[in-house]
């Protein structure tokens, strides 16, 4: 206190006691109690009330100890159930738990990791993947710009992230308890398999596979393939002693439609202590993308069987050649070509707007353009008898598919009609025409994109453009390839669907297993607040399982974790408008968990290095205990703190200000001396 504030508080001491004096004593008869009490509640009224008026800071000091954190994170995978490490974890955990002079000297916080580092709740040892990277983005969350060290007692086996080696900080000593075996076994294992989700029907996919061997000897092995309970591929592995990877390259052919899960498998020499990390499955969806083509023509022309090479160049479509009188209503094609259209088409034109059948027509000389126009809205042809040499242009800004550029401006001219071609708005022209070099305008090939989908080439002789193509590349191909883009054009007509689900045919147990969805308006937006609701049905129990599928950022997810193996069906419903999918998947007993034999001794090692701590066996707990408790870069700080408050934030003042004049109103009232 400085010396003008206690001059203040006597000189407020003296006025409230003159003041008292002056009410009271000040020529007062008798001084009995009841005026003494009055006196000392005048007192303390006034002494209160000048207080508050003049109202001092006060000054008050607290003084907290802080311990340096010590994050101890226990591994709770599945993994160390499967190396009967969980009770050694288990035990770990509880003497560090009760050790008196760790948590004398540390503020210790328990952590758990599997699919990510949460507080410690309970040890259950089921987790289904090893995140462990998330351990050291948790400690740098939570410990920002701190000093301290951590534990971590896991078995170093990590099955998704990062490397968690690299992401502790350095400056922060990890000291890693390694639980399990860490003894070498002879092992074999497909550590990884690469292949495309979809293939093509009656081709042959690649597929790449991580193949690992622990021993010390040579080792000879088969890889096998089978699909169903015939096996596909068959190859001798060979492992050198040193040789501890390898990566196989093959390739397996497509023989079946639909979803196919493949099984690998590699059959060992000698008898291992885990086979099930010998076997991989994996799916893929085998896709036909064959295509029948019936290509309708009244006349021979050298276009007809140029047409035909090109499409059946990839060797998924087909192309069936027949006159307009040989068509048939009841014909499956994919697609229709009509060469050079006249009266005689006029049956295949009212068939294929039956039955919403794609079409590409192409004009020439002999075509009948009054019978064109009323067949057809989409363009309309004003020709006049006379010839014209039509040059291609390609247009850069055609955007209904990817198509490249073949040098069209150095292609020989196709033949046609002069005249005028107005095409409608809704077309979509890739190659415009030019006569003598000047540009009209008008398309040449065009396409639309309504209900039934339709390509124009105006001009015939087009032949001679995929022999100058070959005559100045050596080959066919991009020619044929550019072709084949205007057939899955036509062919890939699919209606735009209100509900639209994604989801696997085979989820791996243990992985994350979710089913995402879209629903859409009628003007094909997406509508975020549409009800959907998921029922998933266990095929061979029967056990249904009912949920609200939650929105995320632009769709709606259903998450199923916890399905144990087998096959489900499932329907996917959006509640208002009662639209519907319907679905089936498989959960396959794969989980990744059950894949090592081992700890693994030298990322852990590593992690220690890295950090500048040292290794740790569960039979070394005490000395770790010991070395921390030593350890003198970490002390207890403690910290004083002064706070400054105004008296007229001491509430207990104010209260005691109302109550001693409310006491001395009261007993002034009670005597009779108001």
Known sequence: MSLSSFFILVGILLVALGISYYHYLYKAKSKNKTILLLAFLRFCSVFILLLLLWNPYVSTTKYNVEKTPLPIIIDNSSSLTELKANEQARLIYNKLRESKDLSKKFAIQFFQVDTACVPLNKLTFQGKQSRLDEVGKQIKLVYRNQKHPAIFVSDGNQTAGNDFVYSFEATNPVYPIIVGDTLPYFDLKVDQVNVNKYAFYQNKFPVEVLLSHSGVQNCTTQLKVSLGKKVIYSEPIAFQANQKSKWVSFLLPATALGSQLYQLALISPKIEKNKSNNIRRFPVDVLDQRRTVTLVSAINHPDISALKRAIEHNGQSKVMLIKPNEYKPDDKANVLILYQPTARFAAVFEAARN????????????????????????????????????????????????????????????????????????????????????????????????????????????????LNYHVRNQSFDKYDVFVDKIIQYLATNDSKKSLVVSHESYYNAGEELSISAQYFDKNYAFDDKAQLQLVVRNTKTSATKTLEMLKQSNYFKGNLEGLSTGNYTFTVKETQSNSTYSGRFEVLDFEIEKQFINSNRDQMEQLAIQTNAISYYPSQIDQLIERLVQDAQYKTIQKETIQKTPLLDWVYLLLLLIGTFAAEWFIRKYNGLL
């Open 355 to 466: 039955s919403k059948t794609p079409y590409w027509i192409i004009s020439g000389m002999q075509t009948d353009f009054g019978f064109l126009n009323q067949q057809q809205k989409d363009v309309n042809c004003k020709m006049s008898s006379q010839a014209e040499n039509y040059l291609p242009q390609f247009n850069s800004q055609f955007s209904l598919f990817a198509a490249d550029d073949l040098g069209f401006d150095q292609f020989p001219p196709v033949q046609h009609p002069y005249g005028n071609i107005v095409a409608d708005r809704s077309t979509s022209a890739v190659l415009t025409a030019k006569i003598q070099g000047v540009d009209t305008q008008q398309p040449l090939l065009c396409f639309t994109n309504g209900a039934q989908r339709a390509v124009y080439l105006f001009g015939e002789n087009s032949w001679k453009w995929r």
